[in-house]
């Protein structure tokens, strides 16, 4: 293993950690070398690259997973990273990959074609998100490079509210149902998992498979966690980094200290100390612990968020503070020297397994604070490459109130870095090459790529013809059948038609001079007609001969065929009357209907239910395309808050409930529906929500001003949330909770000064999910 000379000493263990030791590829294909990884960028994505960028003697594909809201893994895409916009083939996986396969017909037919005709010599697996473990199971020579610990872990990283020490069974449940980092809650159960971790540990443990971690810290907590597998050996080798592609300048001055005759050190107390806050701002970053401390120390320094994103905007408004939301990553190194920071905080709450953060201001020459978790802890030597602090707000601040009355200890750091330079992605790459078989000759400039290709679609095609003409065939029998659908629909159209032309006439009469003249007659009749009943059944009871020795018991009779039921009973809204165009109170005044008690005849039953099942199935399509638009899965819970005028504190309740109940239970979002004639919420506001409850808390309208291939009306949000919360019922500028009922979609009101949190927890107990349909 080559250390990054700015890291820490070497201890015992690690100098007695096993050697690199170069892989031999018994009957190994020539050629390439196949990158397994899933498409969501991130770390792993870029240690791809640079492992790409920096290994020029050998050929490489990418193959990706590509994800949807629903699945990790609906299709497969195969990448020459020298063109990555263009994919070189693409499969639709059927069906799907939820998470991550145990086996997959479609995939290992795929992934054993690739290898034969690519020449695939050996395989780096970085992700098996949206992949099948057969990825491992090859028989090729394997790496295993542990960014994370999925799938073992759903979560990915090992974290519910603390670092795990272990997940049983128990803890795994509760963990797909509450735990913020999980995002398999939606496609897979328990029993799932636990299967996975048997058939994950089998794989690990074949011998062409070598594990390699880039920290002690990620084997051992993987070890821990993962008994199974503890007996096999596991490589250690640190990610490098490129310090080029940053754009980094030399090392910017510490603009604290001033030398004299290069001896003396002179601090300049004139002005704050510099703080930067590198990288995206998420709660497992460490979002909650820089908001809390944030006020304790703007007096003390000067903050520069630097790539913080949307969710830094919940500090636009303090003083002192600096966002830049993105940037190019080959700018980092002149932003950064623009700034001139004296130090770089680094808050991630969330035990890293590596944290190229760390590595890119070790190579900007800037001290390092860092909470005393995960890779940090093992790669920062305190007060001699950065600095440890743990993850509470009164030891930040204690640490940065030390360092702003005396920055000493940071210029004795910049030294060291300025001194140390940094690991290099060369290295890496050259520590990954003892562990690969030798590459082999290029056979000729860029033939062997299409024709590899040709021939794995090729035989991909052939082996799954049979397959196909089955498909077909039920394709054939699928539109028969829909054919026969088609006819049975005109048909209950045309009786449908018939029945309403009935209906109408029927209520004429009933409304004409001649029913009302006639009803004494009527009821005389009916009268006449129910004591005659009586007394034949009674005639026949009192002849009849019986086994038990009694006389059967008269039913009461049948009610007669022009009895009506109270009109105005609401039933569904329609499919069709969801037009964009039409208004909130007409659309569900048509959604009313007369219904018939007792005497309804069955084809006009049947129409009504023809009609409700047209408006659930338009309701569900409602769902899935606000679902897709937010991008969240289709299980997912919706709980819509609408605004009102005379309600402007509504927005701060609905905001503070939702960040709650979205900590606990992760199948729910929140949507904060907002009136194009409402005051605005705050800025400040919304980033704080959104910070808190990130991809969790959105804010949309329904003003006709949006885009209309996207945007909702009022009645569509309405019929594709399952919970909707009026802050006061009764008012008359929104809907009505009787008007929402006509959706069927419960409604709940909180009077003022009742705590929201509590209403919304008990109401989700009371309206647990269910299918529109019903």
Request: hydrophobic residues 40%; aromatic residues 6%.
């Amino acid at each position: 293993m080559v250390k990054n000379s700015a890291d820490p000493p070497a201890t015992e263990e690690q100098a007695q950690s096993p050697p690199a030791s170069r892989l031999t590829a018994v009957h190994a294909p020539k050629g390439t070398l196949l990158h397994i990884l899933h498409s969501w960028g991130g770390g792993i994505a870029r240690w791809t690259e640079d492992f790409v960028r920096h290994c020029p003697e050998r050929r490489h594909l990418i193959l990706y997973s590509r994800s949807n809201r629903n699945v990790f893994g609906h299709a497969l895409e195969l990448v020459d990273p020298a063109y990555p916009e263009t994919p070189l083939a693409v499969w639709e996986l059927t069906p799907p990959i939820l998470a991550t396969g145990i086996t997959h017909l479609q995939y290992g037919a795929i992934l054993s074609d690739l290898l034969t005709g690519l020449a695939v010599e050996a395989i780096v697996v970085s992700s098996l998100i949206g992949h099948s473990l057969e990825a491992l199971t090859t028989g090729l020579p394997t790496l295993r490079v542990l960014h994370d610990f999925y799938p073992y872990c759903p979560a990915m990283f090992g974290y519910f509210n603390d670092p795990c020490q272990q997940c049983d069974e128990e803890r795994l449940t509760i963990c797909l149902q509450s735990n913020p980092q999980n995002e398999c809650w939606h496609n897979s159960i328990t029993e799932d998992w636990l299967a996975m971790r048997r058939a994950y540990a089998a794989a690990l443990l074949k011998p062409e498979v070598h594990l390699v971690a880039p920290t002690h810290t990620a084997r051992d907590r993987l070890y821990r966690l993962y008994p199974e597998i503890a007996r096999k050996a596991c490589h250690l080798i640190a990610h490098g980094i490129d310090p080029a592609r940053m754009g980094c300048p030399t090392r910017p001055p510490l603009l604290l200290a001033r030398e004299d005759g290069g001896k003396q050190i002179q601090i300049d107390k004139t002005r704050k100390l510099r703080i930067l806050v590198p990288g995206r701002l998420e709660p497992h970053k460490g979002l909650q612990l820089l908001q809390d401390a944030l006020p304790q120390l703007t007096d003390k320094a000067e903050f520069l968020l630097l790539g913080c994103g949307i969710l830094g905007q919940s500090f636009a408004d303090m003083d002192g503070i600096t966002l830049i939301p993105d940037y190019n990553f080959a700018d980092l190194g002149p932003l950064v020297q623009d700034f001139a920071p004296d130090c770089a905080l680094l808050l991630s709450t969330l035990p890293e397994t590596f944290s190229y953060t760390l590595s890119e201001m070790w190579a900007l020459g800037i001290p390092p604070l860092a909470t005393n978790l995960g890779a940090f802890a093992e790669r920062i030597h305190h007060g001699i490459n950065g600095f440890l602090y743990k993850p509470d707000v009164h030891s930040l601040t204690e640490l940065i109130a030390s360092l702003a009355q005396d920055p000493t200890p940071l210029i004795h750091v910049a030294r060291y870095l300025g001194a140390h330079p940094v690991r290099h992605v060369k290295d890496m790459v050259e520590d990954y090459q003892a562990l690969l078989p030798t590459p082999s000759r290029p056979e000729g400039p860029g033939s062997w790529l299409a024709l590899g290709i040709e021939g794995a679609q090729s035989r991909y095609h052939s082996n799954d013809r049979a397959r196909e003409t089955e498909i077909i065939r039920q394709v054939g029998e699928l539109e028969e059948t829909r054919r026969q659908l088609e006819r049975t629909r005109h048909a209950l159209t045309h009786h449908q038609t018939r029945a309403d032309m009935l209906e109408q006439e029927l209520a004429a009469l009933r409304h004409s001079n001649s029913w009302r003249v006639t009803a004494p007659i009527r009821a005389i009749t009916l009268t006449f007609r129910a004591l005659r009943s009586r007394f034949r059944r009674h005639s026949v009871n009192q002849t009849a001969p019986t086994s038990t020795g009694k006389n059967q018991e008269s039913l009461p009779p049948h009610p007669p065929p022009d009895t009506i039921a109270t009109p105005g009973r609401a039933g569904k809204l329609t499919g069709n009357e969801f037009g964009p165009d039409r208004g909130l109170k007409e659309k569900i005044r048509k959604g009313a209907h007369h219904r018939f008690a007792g005497s309804e005849s069955g084809h006009l039953k049947d129409a009504r239910r023809g009609r409700a099942r047209e408006g659930a199935h338009h309701r569900l399509k409602l769902r899935a395309r606000l679902r897709e638009q937010l991008g969240i899965p289709d299980a997912a819970r919706i709980v819509l808050g609408i605004a009102q005028q005379n309600r402007p504190d509504a927005a701060h309740e609905f905001i503070q409930a939702a960040i709650r109940q979205a900590s606990i239970q992760r199948n729910l979002y929140f949507l904060w529906l907002e009136g194009e004639h409402m005051p605005p919420i705050p800025a400040s506001l919304k980033a704080r929500g959104l910070a808190r409850a990130p991809r969790r808390l959105h804010f949309v309208t329904d003003s006709p001003g949006a885009n209309k291939a996207t945007a909702f009306t009022l009645p569509e949000y309405l019929a594709a949330s399952d919970l909707i919360y009026l802050p006061e019922a009764g008012d008359a500028t929104r809907p009505t909770p009787a008007e929402i009922g006509l959706l069927k979609v419960p409604v709940m009101s909180v009077p003022r000064g009742n705590d929201l949190t509590i209403t919304l927890a008990t109401a989700l107990k009371e309206f647990p999910p269910g299918n529109p349909a019903d």
